[in-house]
């Protein structure tokens, strides 16, 4: 149901709620990519998510979220598994040689591989002309892909970060169902707690390597587990409700990569190249007429 709120301050607010969202989350790419030149992957991605778990739980227990069912466990564990794990350790692997802006575009084409399962597992009708979007899509994944080759050698880095991509479409199947039963907080609180257990087996490296990192990068990855992983999702769900539309928010949502790679010029002068945007914008155009035309 859409939101009718006529309110223009309000409206205001809306879009700058959606824009700090997007703008959070498109800094993790370039943030991942400078923390990595100080600690491994695994050490980042438990430090990450412990931080992320802590403060959403602290968020869950104000907002007085209800604890999750048993019966539920296994699909937690299955999102915190694809969504958390896997898709941090695939992802941090592959950004150590995948520029932020190569990878942000990569990442941008996940519900590609959302609405393959979602067609597959939940029995979703999908319609006719939304397979076109799937299919711009790909072909933009391939063509930003293959850019990372050169012609003695494929950068297997980026191969990881498709993985990773997959990994974070097979998260969002699960989500549907959870958010079924389950608010999207809840949901996402329970999610990345389960999959942050499973990242305390890389504790004692981060633990050996925190004496050789120092401020400015340890408080790089407070900032990734705090505002990308817990206020992004808040300031995104807050533009979600008080949107007059819900397609006038998630249109931001295609400015990640875009606003990644800038952030990334900025932050650590990487640069792209034509070949990366023009498949970055095929696979930003696939996803916008994927949503367009939606669900039957």
């Known amino acids: 149901m859409e939101t009718e709120n006529k309110n223009p301050n309000k409206q205001t607010l809306t879009y700058v709620a959606a824009m700090l969202a997007t703008i959070l989350w498109a800094s993790a790419f370039p943030a991942t990519r400078y923390a990595l030149q100080y600690y491994s992957p695994v050490s980042l991605m438990v430090m990450r998510f412990v931080i992320a778990s802590i403060t959403l739980g602290i968020i869950g227990i104000l907002m007085k979220s209800k604890p999750p069912k048993l019966k539920d466990l296994p699909l937690f564990l299955g999102s915190g598994l694809s969504g958390v794990f896997l898709y941090s350790y695939l992802f941090n692997t592959g950004s150590v040689s995948v520029p932020a802006g190569v990878s942000s575009f990569i990442i941008a084409s996940s519900p590609v591989f959302t609405l393959i399962l979602a067609r597959i597992y939940l029995k979703e009708i999908i319609k006719p002309v939304c397979w076109i979007g799937v299919l711009l899509s790909l072909c933009g994944l391939a063509v930003v892909t293959l850019t990372q080759a050169t012609e003695f050698s494929f950068d297997a880095g980026v191969m990881l ?23 999207a907080l809840e949901a996402t609180t329970y999610t990345i707690i389960m999959g942050t257990l499973g990242t305390l087996l890389f504790l004692p490296v981060a633990i050996r390597e925190i004496p050789d990192s120092n401020m400015t990068v340890n408080l790089v990855v407070i900032f990734m587990g705090i505002f990308p992983a817990a206020f992004a999702y808040f300031s995104w769900s807050y533009a979600l409700a008080k949107a007059r539309k819900t397609a006038n928010v998630t249109v931001f949502s295609y400015l990640i990569p875009f606003v990644s790679a800038l952030i990334a010029y900025i932050w650590l002068s990487e640069t792209l190249t034509v070949y990366v945007m023009i498949g970055g914008f095929i696979i930003i155009t696939g996803m916008m007429l994927t949503n367009i035309f939606g669900r039957e």
């Open 161 to 183: 970060v498709v993985c990773a991509a997959i990994c974070s479409g097979i998260y969002s199947t699960i989500m549907r169902v959870l958010t079924k039963t389950y608010t």
